[in-house]
């Protein structure tokens, strides 16, 4: 489990129960108006980095968070009892905190509040949704379009190939490889057809029907002897063949 969200759960005795080292890997933990008033026993969870408490009780404490959840980036505490800096001040011990809403907390009231949580937390970028050039913070969600745009334009560059020269180079050298393989493809159907006519010629000429020689009466007479004119004449039929 990396998300949970326990909003409207009430808490027995303002304090957490349920919650221990099996969920190790949660990354966003939300318990919004459960009546919670202490974080001590919030198990170790030191992959958290999103933590919602807005709409309870919580008047102290908040050193447990550096302790407990030493990787968080975004904590709010708004609607909770937080009335002066010096509850505050036990948030500077978390590092990677860029984010902290205390919206409808009584220390907002303290004259300069903006001022001194930024001077005294000089690690976080947002208080109450906005820097402090009166920048409104992204939205998670927006964040998570932009790191997916990000991957988005990654995916296309690999898509989109080499360079447009490196293809234009390509081409013209399997043009130049065709115009060599029409070259001696040309050359060698000419000699194809050399070699088809002759062949042709040859077999034309070696089958080319001998003359007949034609002889005489008298001398088939002559030669055929005894078997007078019937092989005569039937000698005549066969060889016109």
Known sequence: VTELVLDNCLCVNGEIEGLNDTFKKLEFLSMANVELSSLARLPSLNKLRKLELSDNIISGGLEVLAEKCPNLTYLNLSGNKIKDLS??????????????DLFNCEITNLEDYRESIFELLQQITYLDGFDQE????????????????????????????????YEEEEEEEEEDEDEDEDEAGSELGEGEEEVGLSYLMKEEIQGERQPIQFLSYTSLKMEMGDLGELGITVFLHYSQY
Do not use: F, H, I, R
């Open 87 to 100: 509850t505050v001040e036990a948030l500077q011990n978390l590092k990677n905190l860029k984010s902290l």
């Open 134 to 165: 009166d920048n409104e913070a992204p939205d998670s969600e927006e964040e998570d379009d932009e790191d997916g745009d990000e991957d988005d334009e990654e995916e296309e560059e690999d898509e989109a190939g080499p360079p447009e020269g």
